[in-house]
């Protein structure tokens, strides 16, 4: 079963809150709601998320103030933020927003059919990287454990085709999502996403062939996860 992904909602308003599910309910991902900036930070101690949609307007630590904590943490920092605000202060207020680390900056009331296509973007660029992230588990547990003892040479073999299998899948995926962001002029934040995760996925396949039967010798390196 593919494990959900998680996608933080940050708003002091719970109508805004329900409106923002309702939209986003059509992805089938696991929605987290946070009505403060302070309970979003709380959330993002324990759990991944894909993409945070964070309301600027809040009382107390508001939108730009809390993208600021985000940022700083390295477990947080690279997670992308879509701001939602109801005002609109003309360009100084976007680029502070973008100046923030947000990755988009979405006036209410929004499109509900944009809204949700570009959070999906991100969705399957987190998917993508979490199935990249267990690729790259095993191969390092087959380059760990390897070749230990007799009647063993048969498992490295068969666990190195099921890999190179299962990336092929994903690089298949991959591509296609990049395709589709070319077709549609998506976020350049979003190509830029879908670049790094093909640099990481061609990492993972050099690696992969350097272990083949005469590949030649030395242990190939793994592409960083980060």
């Given amino acids: 079963m593919v494990q959900k992904a998680k996608i933080l909602l940050v708003d002091d308003r719970p109508e805004n809150l329900l409106a923002l599910e309702a939209i986003l309910s059509a992805l089938d991902q696991t929605l987290v709601r946070a009505s403060s900036g302070e309970e979003a930070l709380k959330a993002l101690l324990t759990d991944d998320f894909a993409v945070i949609l964070l309301d600027v307007q809040m009382p107390g630590m508001d939108g730009f103030e809390t993208a600021a904590h985000i940022k700083r943490r390295e477990r947080t920092r690279d997670i992308p933020i879509i701001f939602l605000t109801a005002i609109n202060h003309g360009p100084h207020h976007t680029f502070r927003g973008y100046a923030a680390g947000a990755v988009d900056y979405i006036s209410k009331p929004f499109d509900p059919w944009v809204l949700r296509a570009k959070v999906s973007v991100f969705v399957e660029l987190y998917m993508k990287n979490c199935q990249l992230r267990e690729q790259a588990a095993l191969l390092r547990l087959q380059l760990e454990g390897g070749g230990h003892g007799a009647g063993e040479t048969k498992e490295p073999a068969g666990l190195l085709a ?37 640099r990481k996925l061609t990492g993972l396949r050099r690696a992969l062939d350097a272990l083949e039967p005469g590949a030649g010798a030395g242990s190939p390196t793994l592409p960083s996860q980060s």
């Fill in 162 to 198: 099921e890999l190179s299998a299962r990336l092929a899948a994903v690089e298949e995926q991959a591509e296609a999502l990049s395709k589709q962001l070319d077709d549609e002029s998506a976020d350049a934040a979003a190509v830029a996403t879908a670049a790094h995760l093909e």
